[in-house]
């Protein structure tokens, strides 16, 4: 019987926290747009579990859009310290608005009035253009709490496959594939 990779996945990232220099759930999230070019970029995990991996981010985004054309996304965690990698793959979904509320709420006040003031991933003339912008969100806003953005929230992407790659000397790695079947999992290797 296979192991649970989400439990798996758990492991690792407990000890990825205590060993890692920062941002321990920072992950690089690949996708493509309808031609099939690829784009990557770094995000923060902010939740997973057997429903999938979760991210915030604004929602007209060029990963938002890419995701728009075509809902598949790979993620890597590198977690140097430990000489080890996880890929996930799978199909991408909006989070429920409630969730998005949830964890927007959490979020500290600079970054809540960031995420208003940012156009994400639109040409900016001037970086004084953007503080210009934050300052009149935080007027905005002030005596208030700040609202979640209708245009900023989470996407989960439901593992299809998570491969989790450990170095090994002489470059002999192992690699372990976990590929979804229904509610349970099938374990494999890969050659390294
Ligand atoms: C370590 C790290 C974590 C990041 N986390 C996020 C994140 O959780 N959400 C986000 O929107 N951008 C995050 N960013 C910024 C993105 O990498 C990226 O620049 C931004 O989302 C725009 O990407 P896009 O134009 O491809 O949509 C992070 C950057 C780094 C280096
Ligand atoms: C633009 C942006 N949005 C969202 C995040 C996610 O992290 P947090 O919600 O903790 O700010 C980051 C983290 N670097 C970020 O840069």
Redesign the pocket.
Known sequence: MADDPIALFDRWLAEAEQSELN?PN?MALA?ADAGGRP?V????L?GHGPDGFV????RG??????LGANAQASLLFHWKSLRRQVRVTGAVSPVSDAESDAYFASRGRDSQLGAWASD??RPLDSRAIFEARVEAIRERFDGQDVPRPPFWGGYRVAAEEIEFWQDRAHRLHERRLFTRAGDCWNEGLLFP
Do not use: G, H, P
């Open positions: 941002d920072a996708t784009s970029r770094m995000v923060l902010k991210f915030y981010t604004n985004s060029r990963k938002a859009e890419e994400q991933s």
